[in-house]
């Protein structure tokens, strides 16, 4: 067998059978339950002192949602004047100035909506201190919130009835202590071993063997690249990203950083079956998700190993496959699963450039993103499905004649429409973009965002947002990206994107939570069936993914067929 499909195979094997246990660990983090961990809650009770919080107060979910966006303001003003003011801090030993106002803002919106997109390259547009007191530390409390959220949805569907759903502080920092940092220094010292740079030296000059002179950045690569995976941030210490020989030195690595990217957002879905005691539920939601994106693994792979079609013509061979825009030491084929991982997550980061893979690829890339719930992001993946969750059972209710119910409570008209918002909101921001900026390139010619012209300058536009929009940070790089038009564009649309739906979803947890419970009969609908699995696959597919075919047509489709 190929040793490219050998590689991929492995990934696949490992990250189903490590999801499962590591699924039900975070299960008992978040139920209070003993781990082998508990040794940080001495850790953990000097920080609830340290700031003031009380952990056994619970919340209801306003009082829930009111402190994780209090928090997230705290991190937009805190990563502003840092950003705009790092020129002056320390740790600046190449002597790299401060971001203009409007990249500061979607760097900070960027990494605080744990979008992580980058109008800028990491060696020259931040310092040491920036990377390490801006980037690295949003990493983590932005995945943290992400996971909280979810914390607190689970807590409300495993209750009966009740109005609170538990701690969104208590569930944040357990998601750093417990979770999120002992997995960081796992991956970090295997990094370092396998020669990730970790130091704070300042560029390194070197001669090249041709002779010339060519300066290395190097820096606190292995301290930042673990949680940039594992927290489904993305992004990348240097700015070719995980393609750079020193962020990602080799197979192992290779393997080892696209497996973090997938690990959590998969345990997540497990966690949600063992803490509310629906195994079966979260099977089959698993089971959906899985299937989505082992097709598009199954596609992607012999797309970019099978090479241009136009250079077959000319009886060139290609035994590499289709290898402009990817690193040799990496591949074809793991490049394309390192693409379907993370644009099936809300990851962002790239081992190859999105924009240099064929179009079946970039059609899929946009695809996972527009869909935005085969995993997805880390506990926000599994929030994002219950929306469409949500519909199905409403459907499916009226289609059958029963009352609609989820998990015994009734799915009433506030609900539906909270959950309608939060799917129909994701095209909205991604489509009315895309047109914005279409028409703006289309009136000024010479404006000069896009590398490339017709059918593949419209998938650029189209990504960006896209991209955007998922919380993602990925992006076909031929677009001229750092100009005030798309910093502050491009800002707004994260946002929106990241707490509309946490919002959203919350919501409809906390209202489900304070109904009746309702015990199962005869006549209740089942959701945990292959039934009802096929019907929620069927509901997203309709709802998420035509909405987005017009454009898809025009873009990635089009060129597929002038490929």
């Known amino acids: 067998m190929n040793t490219e499909i050998s590689g991929i195979i492995l990934q696949w094997v490992a ?4 999801s499962y246990p590591l699924g039900r660990y975070i299960a008992k983090v978040y139920r209070g339950e003993p781990t082998c961990l508990d040794f940080m809650a001495p850790v953990e009770r000097w ?7 009380r952990p056994d107060e619970e919340m209801n979910w306003k009082q829930f949602l009111k402190a994780l966006l209090t928090v997230n303001a705290f991190w937009f003003v805190w990563g502003m004047v840092l950003l705009v003011c790092q020129g002056w801090l320390p740790l600046n030993p190449d002597g790299n100035g401060g971001q203009s106002p409007d990249l500061a803002f979607n760097t900070t919106i960027s990494f605080m909506v744990n979008c992580n997109l980058q109008h800028y390259s990491g060696e020259s547009g931040l310092t040491y201190f920036t990377q390490l007191f801006v980037i690295m530390l949003f990493q983590f409390v932005t995945a943290a919130c992400g996971m909280a959220a979810l914390a607190g949805i689970m807590k409300a569907l495993a209750a009966k009835t009740t109005r609170t759903i538990g701690n969104f502080w208590v569930f944040m920092t357990r998601s750093v202590t417990r979770i999120l940092l002992p997995l960081s220094l796992l991956v970090g010292i295997l990094l370092i071993v396998n020669g990730v740079p970790m130091s704070f030296d300042g560029r390194q000059t070197i001669t090249t063997l041709e002779g010339n002179e060519q300066a290395i ?18 992004g990348g210490y240097f700015g070719t990203n995980s ?8 197979a192992f690595t290779n393997i080892l950083e696209c497996c973090a990217i997938m690990i959590l957002p998969m345990a997540m879905v497990w966690a949600v079956g063992f803490y509310i005691r629906r195994r ?3 099977a089959w939601i698993y089971g959906v998700m899985l299937f989505a994106f082992t097709a598009g693994i199954c596609v992607s792979v012999p797309q970019e190993m099978g090479g241009n079609p136009q250079i077959d013509k000319m009886g060139i061979a290609q035994d590499l496959g289709s290898m402009e825009g990817k690193e040799v030491r990496i591949g074809s084929a793991a490049s394309a699963m390192w693409g379907m991982v993370t644009t099936a997550t809300s990851n962002g980061s790239v081992n190859s450039m999105h924009d240099s893979q064929t179009p079946l690829s970039g059609l899929l890339q946009m695809l996972n993103m527009q869909i935005n719930c085969w995993f997805g992001g880390v506990g926000v993946g599994w929030m994002n499905y219950f929306a469409f969750l949500i519909i199905a059972v409403f459907i499916s209710g009226l289609m059958v004649g029963r009352t609609p119910e989820f998990l015994g409570k009734k799915v009433e008209a506030r609900e539906m429409k909270i959950a309608t918002l939060v799917v129909l909101m994701h095209p909205l921001l991604i489509l009315v973009g895309t047109g914005i900026a279409s028409a703006i390139a289309a009136n000024n010619p010479g404006i000069g965002w896009l590398n490339n012209p017709s059918f593949h300058g419209l998938s650029e536009m189209l990504y960006e947002y896209t991209s955007s929009a998922a919380n993602n940070g990925s992006g076909f790089e031929g677009l001229a990206d750092n100009t005030p038009f798309w910093n502050i564009s491009t800002g707004i649309v994260l946002i929106m994107g990241r707490f509309f739906p946490i919002i959203g979803q919350v919501a409809i947890a906390g209202l489900l939570a304070s109904k009746k419970y309702v015990p199962e009969s005869a006549g209740t609908l089942k959701t945990d069936t292959f039934t009802f699995s096929l019907m929620t696959f069927v509901v997203i597919i309709i709802v998420a993914a035509l909405s987005f075919f017009p454009a898809l047509a025009l873009g990635p489709i089009a060129d597929y067929l002038s490929f």
């Not at 990250?15 to 490590?18: I, S």
């Not at 920080?47 to 919080?53: D, F, H, N, P, S």
């Open 15 to 18: 990250l189903v059978v490590l």
């Open 47 to 53: 920080i609830y002192k340290l700031c003031g919080i």
């Open 217 to 234: 950045s190097q820096g606190p690569t292995a301290a930042i690249v673990p949680i940039k995976q594992l927290g489904t941030n993305g």
């Open 243 to 250: 393609s750079h020989p020193l962020e990602n030195p080799n």
């Open 280 to 282: 079966k539920l979260a």
